[in-house]
């Protein structure tokens, strides 16, 4: 979630350059599951509502505002990212979906006492599986990263992105459905971990969990 606002750190224009670090963990508690793709909308939005130009045209121009990417390079160099400049790709969210894979390999930490809870689901033979809305392969390299892969095989890895055309993002329940199924279970006898208050529920609207007819707890 950090990567994600630092990708569009260099764009953001309701944020000054040195409220950035202050501001980042409010804007990831208020962005949190959402995807990349609606965070860029609404920076997009914003920029236009400014006189701004749009994101794809200032990448192009290198024309980033200097003061921005002093702050966001060395947050980036956190990342084991090069440059803003020295990242060459087509789009923003090609960059962040890339970025995002190489980052996790760096970065991705298990969960304090995970791997004992997955022994004790496997001891008492509770089947289990991965439903996200994020894309592969960014999933299974966190899940490799942590050294899982004997927990989470490719099969019990279901993506609202990948699996999906078109993608079915949060608050649709598709890929709960999904886990459910795969696991031979009612989605009313499962219950659906998170690790973030939207899962659980999604501003006036039912959380993908519940309209699935899932219970839901929060880590």
């Not at 599951?33 to 236009?48: A, K, S, V």
């Not at 006492?113 to 894309?135: A, H, Q």
């Not at 999904?178 to 899962?199: F, H, K, L, M, T």
Request: charged share 30%; hydrophobic share 35%; glycine share 6%.
């Amino acid at each position: 979630m950090e990567l994600c606002f630092w990708e569009l750190a260099p764009y953001m224009c309701k944020i000054a350059p040195e409220n950035l670090e202050k501001e980042k963990l409010l804007w990831m508690e208020n962005n949190v599951g959402q995807p990349f793709e609606h965070m860029l909308e609404r920076i997009e939005r914003d920029r236009e509502e400014q006189g701004l130009d749009p994101i794809e045209s200032v990448r192009e121009r290198k024309m980033e505002p200097e003061e921005y990417l002093e702050v966001v390079n060395k947050a980036r160099a956190r990342f084991d990212l090069p440059t803003i400049h020295n990242a060459n790709y087509p789009s923003l969210l090609t960059q962040q979906k890339e970025e995002c894979v190489s980052s996790l390999r760096v970065l991705a930490t298990p969960v304090d006492g995970m791997k004992n809870v997955l022994d004790e689901l496997n001891e008492l033979k509770v089947p289990y599986c991965i439903c996200t809305t994020s894309g592969k392969p960014r999933v299974p390299v966190c899940v490799e990263t942590l050294g899982f892969d004997g927990y989470f095989p490719p099969h019990k890895i279901h993506s609202g992105e990948s699996d999906f055309t078109p993608s079915r993002f949060k608050p649709m329940p598709d890929v709960y459905l999904r886990g459910a199924e795969s696991e031979n279970y009612d989605p009313q006898d499962c219950i659906c971990v998170e690790d973030s208050a939207p899962g659980l529920v999604l501003g006036p609207m039912r959380s993908s969990a519940s309209l699935s007819g899932m219970s839901a707890q929060r880590i």
